[in-house]
């Protein structure tokens, strides 16, 4: 049977960083969706290793060292996000390469396992089903009527899995370019 978004289960996930550096996740944001329905949502704080914030990465998601300097690390956190990933056939990001590099960065740096499931980014997904102006995550929240509190890891998250699943129900052909 050929995969399509009703016999697949797949993760949405988004970052924010406290800085430029792949390895600074300050917050993160996780949606499971089975079978085309979502069933767990997660978001979490995480202290990066530095406690020095960029100003434009403050100024973008508002958070500061001080919302997070009593969180755990992504070390300390892993255990809690590794079981979401756990029979999921593939992990969904909006501009992908961006969460898979902090993804695998984090993981990497504190010695954690990475996740194995390759990646389906949902800007390549809008350009290939929808004729839209911009594919930023905003816009094509806007076209589909799906709410959004943009750069918020949590709502970002959930509305890159929303993406997905309309994009896939429109073009199920991309999922065969991913799995």
Not at 47 to 55: A, D, V, Y
Not at 111 to 127: A, D, H, K
Request: net charge negative; proline share 7%.
């Amino acid at each position: 049977m050929s995969p399509t978004i009703d016999n697949t289960r797949f993760v949405a996930i988004d970052f924010e960083t406290a800085d430029p550096k792949r390895d600074s996740a300050c917050a993160v944001g996780l949606v499971v969706v089975d079978k085309g329905e979502i069933v767990e949502r997660a978001y979490h704080l995480i202290r990066p290793p530095r406690r020095k914030f960029n100003p434009f990465c403050v100024r973008v998601h508002g958070i500061h060292w001080e919302d997070v300097c009593d969180e755990p690390s992504f070390r300390d956190l892993w255990p809690e996000l590794e079981p979401l990933f756990k029979g999921a056939d593939f992990i969904v990001a909006h501009n992908a390469s961006f969460d898979k590099s902090v993804l695998h960065t984090c993981c990497r740096e504190s010695g954690q396992p990475i996740p194995e499931q390759p990646f389906l980014c949902t800007v390549q997904l809008s350009r290939k089903t929808w004729e839209l102006a911009s594919n930023k995550l905003n816009a094509v929240c806007d076209y589909l009527g799906i709410s959004l509190q943009h750069h918020h890891a949590g709502s970002d998250a959930e509305a890159c899995a929303l993406i997905a699943v309309n994009g896939l129900r429109a073009n199920p052909d991309f999922l065969g370019k991913v799995l």
